[in-house]
């Protein structure tokens, strides 16, 4: 098989790239469209919070390229990932970092640093798009609905916000996705919790309209929506044990909406990727209220590709299975290697 393998016996899940000069070597000759990629390089894991959940998706991506013939190597993307990508000689990157470093441009700026190709978003779309205030900034600009927001820097500024926006609200770290940090307000007594919550993840917090309807999502592919898929939970909302730890949500794909509604909102979800500047594949998270109307949450440029992930389940509706939607996200770094090579030319 070739490339790398992730070392699972270290206590800190380290994974490093294998150093054994026949798995440096070692490629499926009988699959010559893998070698058009080089040696690429899975970034996972990295320091941000949610690490675990990345390295479940760089395992299942690493995985998914090796079967294809691609090689392929598993990379922490810790402190040294640096000199890990100088040492490895990498053709091309599979970003596979959710949150900080790996979705809000600062990976992106160092491979184009080491003129190293990568999937997904380039800086500039990474960095709007982890941004939550400044990505529905953007969308209200644009004449694009997302809830009303208050970027908030202290508890008691949180109260305000409350009232202004008035009860329930959520409130959110700007910077963390996952819903990691996340909480509802529904009574003023919840406000002191929900800052101490939040301020744990990000100097910077924001209390948004708290919304009613159905919870979508959209993945996106180039510029093909996939189909939509509706997603019912009975917790408070879709947080993290909804997303990544319980079997009690439900992912309903079809949706549900017909034909020419789930239309509309998938052009909405393609203008709102489009406006933050991402590029490649990504997620875009949403709300349709009781009369119809679509809200925007967020864009996610680096969604999970594990076992509970929507881009995967997305993907499986419109006929493309795993591992040819990998080979797809991969192609995105070819597509941004000509764009490298146009700049410098």
Request: aromatic share 6%.
């Amino acid at each position: 098989m070739p490339g790398g393998i992730a070392d699972g016996s270290s206590h800190s899940g380290r994974i490093t790239v294998s150093s054994e000069r026949e798995e440096m070597k070692n490629g499926n000759t009988s699959n010559p469209a893998g070698h058009r990629y080089g040696k690429v390089a899975v970034l996972m894991g990295g320091s941000s919070a949610e690490r675990v959940i990345s390295l479940e998706t760089g395992r299942a991506v690493h995985a998914a390229l090796c079967r294809r013939g691609v090689d392929a190597y598993a990379l922490d993307a810790r402190e040294d990932v640096i000199e890990q990508l100088l040492q490895g000689k990498f053709d091309r990157a599979f970003i596979a970092l959710h949150g900080r470093g790996g979705e809000d441009g600062v990976i992106q700026g160092a491979l184009e640093t080491l003129a190293i190709p990568y999937t997904g978003s380039g800086v500039l779309g990474s960095a709007l798009a982890m941004d939550k205030v400044r990505s529905k900034t953007i969308w209200q600009q644009q004449g694009l609905m997302t809830p009303v927001f208050i970027e908030v820097s202290s508890e008691q500024e949180l109260h305000r916000a409350a009232e202004q926006i008035g009860l329930p609200l959520m409130v959110k770290p700007i910077h963390e996705g996952s819903s990691c940090g996340a909480s509802k307000v529904a009574e003023l007594s919840d406000i002191q919790s929900a800052w101490h919550t939040a301020s744990q993840y990000d100097d910077g917090i924001m209390a948004e309209q708290w919304l009613t309807g159905r919870e979508y999502t959209a993945a996106i592919l180039g510029q093909e929506v996939l189909p939509l898929i509706l997603l019912e939970t009975p917790h408070a909302f879709y947080d993290y044990r909804a997303k990544y730890e319980v079997d009690s949500t439900r992912y309903i794909c079809p949706c549900g909406l017909d034909t020419e509604r789930e239309d509309e909102v998938r052009t909405v979800a393609l203008q709102a990727f489009n406006a933050v500047g991402a590029s490649g594949w990504g997620r875009v998270d949403l709300f349709v209220d009781e009369a119809g109307e679509t809200s925007l949450i967020e864009v996610n440029t680096v969604p999970g590709m594990t076992g509970h992930s929507l881009v995967p389940m997305a993907a499986i509706q419109a006929g493309i299975e795993f591992d040819t939607l990998v080979l797809r996200i991969l192609e995105t770094s070819l597509e941004q290697r000509i764009e490298m090579e146009a700049a410098t030319a």
